[in-house]
């Protein structure tokens, strides 16, 4: 199973941006597709995750209402598009996969390497 984060960029405060999971290896229709994000010096905490056959999706309180996950099957992806961004979204975004949708990162078997979303105020 491999998964490709891109995405990530600088963007000023209020802004938008729309990070991307590629995904292979896997038919993803039966699992769930999460982000979590890592600041400097902070432990790594859920963001969204997305169920791939329902749509069913859940957000950190903290993103609700400004981010959106989203899943393309055509393309093997899934996408997160972030508005409103604020300086304390500054972190490196990572996405995996599980086999539901879950907070916890332990319950993700696979990851990619991370794309640093920087916000500047």
């Known amino acids: 199973v491999q998964l490709q984060a891109s995405g990530g960029g600088l963007v000023q405060a209020g802004g938008s941006r729309r990070l991307s999971c590629a995904a292979s290896?896997?038919?993803?229709?039966?699992?769930?597709m999460g982000w979590f994000r890592q600041a400097p010096g902070k432990e790594r905490e859920f963001v969204a995750a997305i169920n791939w056959s329902t749509g069913y999706a859940a957000y950190a309180d903290s993103v609700k209402g400004r981010f959106t996950i989203s899943r393309d099957s055509t393309k093997n992806a899934a996408n997160l598009q972030m508005n409103s961004l604020k300086p304390e979204d500054t972190a490196l975004y990572y996405c995996?996969?599980?086999?539901?949708?879950?907070?916890?990162?332990?319950?993700?078997?696979?990851w990619g390497q991370g794309t640093l979303v920087t916000v500047s105020s």
């Open positions: 290896g896997r038919t993803f229709s039966r699992y769930a």
């Open positions: 995996a996969t599980s086999r539901s949708v879950s907070t916890r990162a332990i319950d993700y078997d696979y």
